[in-house]
């Protein structure tokens, strides 16, 4: 689904504005924010941008599917190259599953996002990195450190994506919490991002306990009493939160310092339900 709603903005007036997504695309509200998912190849990333720049001089927000989008998702893989001295050289590439020599690099995605926002007049497009593989953080960052350093990501909102938690259904996450955010904090140290992190998942018909509301939150504690100024927005399955009105623990995740975080919701729904989900 390219036409997926979000639900996602700190409270904060303290926030950086590319922090503030609803803001930063002068929207009316959260729902407002039209994402286009799983850009993981150049010709996606080119229509995207294509349709955007077509619409350059028209300022209406609708709910149409075919209007501007706002956020590109995309997902980050590796892939291993090796020289002549047999010294392996690992790249980060766009790619769900399995990354080929062919896929689209990391450094060439971000890059064209950069040069259509440094040209769009109105239609600027966020990023939000879905990493799959944790040997892919680490080259990402240091692809977009570079380009901080060089103010070349001030027009671009940046949401750093993986699930390191483990939720309903899900398999055993890839990814540890702590060592995310702390990769993430000391490679790109001024750059104010917003993290999704997020739990892995599988099926429709369950519910986040108790006990990954709690993880959620002692998560988060501890990364706020290393480094203050984080922001989260955290991405739970549309599914589960149908299931979870009698239960209410999603509001008990969201009342714990709410300046700080935020729901993003995500999967497929049935049209005729998404006004419960605002």
Same mark, same amino acid.
Not at 1 to 17: T, V
Not at 185 to 205: A, R
């Given at each position: 689904?390219?036409?997926?709603?979000?639900?996602?903005?700190?409270?904060?007036?303290?926030?950086?504005?590319?922090?503030?997504?609803?803001?930063?695309?002068?929207?009316?509200?959260?729902?407002?924010?039209?994402?286009?998912?799983?850009?993981?190849?150049?010709?996606?990333?080119?229509?995207?941008?294509?349709?955007?720049?077509?619409?350059?001089?028209?300022?209406?927000?609708?709910?149409?599917?075919?209007?501007?989008?706002?956020?590109?998702?995309?997902?980050?893989?590796?892939?291993?190259?090796?020289?002549?001295?047999?010294?392996?050289?690992?790249?980060?590439?766009?790619?769900?599953?399995?990354?080929?020599?062919?896929?689209?690099?990391?450094?060439?995605?971000?890059?064209?996002?950069?040069?259509?926002?440094?040209?769009?007049?109105?239609?600027?497009?966020?990023?939000?990195?879905?990493?799959?593989?944790?040997?892919?953080?680490?080259?990402?960052?240091?692809?977009?450190?570079?380009?901080?350093?060089?103010?070349?990501?001030?027009?671009?909102?940046?949401?750093?994506?993986?699930?390191?938690?483990?939720?309903?259904?899900?398999?055993?996450?890839?990814?540890?919490?702590?060592?995310?955010?702390?990769?993430?904090?000391?490679?790109?140290?001024?750059?104010?991002?917003?993290?999704?992190?997020?739990?892995?998942?599988?099926?429709?018909?369950?519910?986040?306990?108790?006990?990954?509301?709690?993880?959620?939150?002692?998560? +988060?504690?501890?990364?706020?009493?290393?480094?203050?100024?984080?922001?989260?927005?955290?991405? +739970?399955?549309?599914?589960?939160?149908?299931?979870?009105?009698?239960?209410?623990?999603?509001?008990?995740?969201?009342?714990?310092?709410?300046?700080?975080?935020?729901?993003?919701?995500?999967?497929?729904?049935?049209?005729?339900?998404?006004?419960?989900?605002?």
């Amino acid at each position: 689904e390219m036409c997926i709603r979000d639900r996602s903005e700190p409270k904060s007036e303290s926030n950086k504005k590319n922090v503030e997504i609803v803001s930063f695309f002068n929207l009316n509200s959260k729902s407002d924010v039209v994402w286009a998912h799983a850009v993981n190849s150049k010709e996606f990333l080119d229509s995207v941008l294509k349709n955007n720049k077509k619409n350059n001089n028209d300022n209406d927000n609708n709910d149409d599917c075919k209007s501007i989008v706002h956020m590109i998702e995309a997902d980050v893989g590796k892939i291993i190259l090796e020289d002549g001295s047999k010294t392996k050289k690992i790249i980060a590439v766009m790619s769900h599953d399995e990354p080929t020599q062919d896929s689209f690099p990391l450094e060439s995605f971000i890059n064209n996002i950069i040069e259509h926002n440094n040209h769009a007049q109105n239609h600027l497009v966020g990023v939000k990195f879905d990493f799959k593989d944790p040997e892919a953080v680490q080259p990402t960052l240091e692809i977009l450190k570079s380009l901080d350093q060089q103010q070349k990501l001030c027009k671009t909102p940046l949401w750093l994506n993986c699930d390191a938690l483990h939720g309903p259904g899900g398999a055993e996450p890839r990814f540890n919490f702590e060592t995310f955010v702390r990769q993430c904090e000391e490679t790109l140290p001024n750059n104010h991002h917003l993290y999704s992190i997020g739990w892995t998942t599988g099926g429709d018909k369950l519910l986040y306990t108790s006990k990954m509301i709690d993880e959620m939150i002692a998560c +988060v504690e501890k990364m706020l009493e290393i480094y203050e100024n984080l922001f989260f927005s955290f991405p +739970v399955k549309v599914a589960f939160v149908a299931n979870d009105e009698k239960e209410n623990l999603l509001k008990k995740l969201i009342s714990y310092r709410p300046e700080h975080h935020s729901l993003t919701i995500w999967g497929q729904t049935q049209l005729k339900n998404i006004e419960m989900f605002k």
